[in-house]
């Protein structure tokens, strides 16, 4: 299955949780943003369905994975066969323009936390499907990889 917005979301409840305990210093403020970051870093899918369908529908574009994954097209025999998605947010790239901000703001290192916490359940999601992880460390390398393959419709 793949990852669910709410397994996401819960997932950083939890783990604002466990950085309030362990840090009880935190601010609830930039807690919060961990959470958002950690849920919010799909909207990058969210474009990606607009950019192939060309509709707005939150509701439909949430449906329409699902039922790419029905059919089967995200599994590993067609990840080495189709052109990957190019999810923007997900890689090195973005990781490494948030380091960058954040030495304009520390807003942007518990942005960071967040992100990271959706890298980590990402990887292991696609370590569960045996997914190659490259496909959401560098999306250079996506682009790159996808020269040459066919389109997923």
């Not at 604002?16 to 305990?21: D, E, H, L, P, T």
């Not at 009880?24 to 919060?32: I, N, R, T």
């Not at 899918?45 to 097209?73: C, D, Q, R």
């Not at 090195?92 to 936390?113: N, R």
Request: hydrophobic share 55%.
């Amino acid at each position: 299955r793949i990852m669910r917005p709410l397994v996401h979301f819960f997932s950083g409840i939890l783990f604002c949780v466990y950085i309030f305990f362990l840090f009880p210093l935190a601010s609830l403020f930039g807690l919060l943003f961990v959470l958002l970051a950690t849920v919010f870093i799909d909207v990058d899918h969210y474009v990606y369905y607009v950019f192939k369908t060309k509709n707005f529908s939150l509701f439909k574009a949430y449906h329409w994975f699902i039922l790419m994954e029905k059919k089967g097209e995200l599994n590993l025999q067609h990840a080495k066969d189709y052109k990957w998605p190019i999810m923007f947010l997900h890689g090195i790239e973005f990781l490494i323009l948030l380091i960058i901000l954040s030495f304009v703001s520390d807003i942007f290192k518990f942005i960071i936390f967040g992100v990271l916490l959706h890298y980590f359940l990402d990887f292991c999601e696609l370590e569960y499907k045996k997914f190659p992880i490259l496909l959401k460390v560098s999306q250079i390398y996506v682009f790159v990889r996808n020269k040459g393959k066919k389109e997923l419709d």
